[in-house]
C-alpha cells in the first residue's frame, strides 16, 4: 500500500515560520492529489490545503490563506506546506494525505495518511 512520512513540526513563537515535509512512497504518484489537514484538540480534521500532483494547482482554507504555502518536488516524490505568519490559533496535529484524482476538502475522501506531526505556536 501507499505510504505517506511527514517530517518538520516543531514550536515555534508568533510571527515564525515552518516548513513540513510529506515524503509519498506512491504507485504513480503523479495521478494522487496531497492534501493537509490539521487537528486541535477537541475538534474534526480542519482542511488547510490541497495540491494536485497532475497539474500542480494548489488550494487553501479561508484561515490560511496568504500565509501558508503547498508546492511540491516531483524528483522526491515530495509534498511540503510552508507556514508563514504563525498565530497560536494555528497550533494543531498537521497530517498529511492523499487521494487519487483530483483534491477534495473531506477527510473522509483520502484514505492514505500520514502520522501526523505537532505544531505549537506560543510565547
Known amino acids: 500500500q501507499a505510504q505517506l512520512v511527514e517530517s518538520g513540526g516543531g514550536s515555534v513563537q508568533p510571527g515564525g515560520s515552518l516548513r513540513l515535509s510529506c515524503v509519498a512512497s506512491?504507485?504513480?504518484?503523479?495521478?494522487?492529489?496531497v492534501a493537509w489537514f490539521r487537528q486541535a484538540p477537541g475538534k474534526g480534521h480542519e482542511f488547510v490545503g490541497a495540491?494536485?500532483?497532475?497539474?500542480?494547482?494548489?488550494y487553501y482554507g479561508n484561515s490560511v490563506k496568504g500565509r501558508f504555502t503547498i508546492s511540491r518536488d516531483n524528483a522526491n516524490n515530495t509534498a511540503y506546506l510552508q507556514m508563514n505568519s504563525l498565530k497560536p490559533e494555528d497550533s494543531a496535529v498537521y497530517y498529511c494525505?492523499?487521494?487519487?484524482?483530483?483534491?477534495?476538502?473531506?477527510?473522509?475522501?483520502?484514505?492514505?495518511w500520514g502520522q501526523g506531526t505537532q505544531v505549537t505556536v506560543s510565547s
Open positions: 494525505a492523499a487521494r487519487e484524482g483530483v483534491w477534495e476538502q473531506w477527510p473522509d475522501s483520502y484514505k492514505i
Open positions: 506512491l504507485h504513480s504518484f503523479n495521478g494522487y492529489a
Open positions: 495540491i494536485n500532483w497532475n497539474g500542480g494547482v494548489t
